[in-house]
């Protein structure tokens, strides 16, 4: 009977730490690496400090905070190729950097223009633990709440360069940005 429940045991807990890692397992924080839950916090707070200032429409500060606060918290390089999925094994180093330099610019436009009207003075974020899919990838789920809507859900996909976090995609209500701006460079794209 004991050894029935040693194995059971034994089982119980090797099936649970299976669990564990489909649902994200945690691993041991490294010293000098910033954990990436806190890299989206960082930023998210400079974001509703920056939309509180009453000079955050003026089209040079709004650009110098994107590219100063907002875009060093993205791997572009990363993200273009996530964006070109299947055509990027057909594709060089001069064709990835170009579609870079595309995506890149696309991206910037799109943060001038939401940002301008952006308020986020009024939202409360609710951040989840981060979900680990090896020691260099995560996904940080975010929760927006404004007043008088229903909760807003956005999720960065990250990877860790070196000692830090970078954004390589996000979705937001189930709507990624890299398959947005793969739909977007679909022609780009179908040349290679």
Do not use: C
């Not at 397992?25 to 400079?46: H, R, S």
């Not at 990027?88 to 991206?107: G, I, P, Q, Y």
């Not at 899919?133 to 404004?146: C, E, I, K, P, Y």
């Not at 909760?151 to 890299?178: C, E, H, Q, V, Y």
């Amino acid at each position: 009977m004991k050894n029935h429940i040693t194995i059971f045991l034994i089982l119980l807990f090797s099936l649970s730490g299976a669990a564990q890692a489909f649902n994200g397992y945690y691993p041991t924080p490294q010293p000098g690496i910033e954990n990436p839950v806190t890299t989206i916090q960082t930023a998210l707070d400079k974001l509703q400090k920056f939309s509180a200032n009453r000079d955050n429409t003026r089209p040079e500060l709004l650009r110098g905070f994107i590219e100063n606060e907002i875009i060093p918290h993205f791997a572009f390089d990363q993200m273009t190729y996530w964006i070109a999925g299947p055509f990027a094994r057909h594709m060089n180093a001069s064709n990835l950097t170009d579609l870079e330099t595309r995506v890149k610019k696309a991206f910037l436009t799109s943060l001038d223009k939401h940002l301008s009207n952006y308020n986020a003075s009024s939202i409360r974020f609710n951040f989840r633990r981060a979900q680990y899919r090896g020691n260099n990838d995560a996904l940080v789920t975010v929760l927006l709440f404004s007043p008088n809507q229903r909760p807003d859900r956005l999720d960065f996909r990250m990877k860790r360069l070196g000692n830090s976090w970078k954004i390589i995609d996000i979705t937001a209500n189930g709507i990624s940005a890299a398959l947005y701006y793969r739909k977007h460079f679909i022609s780009t794209l179908r040349q290679y």
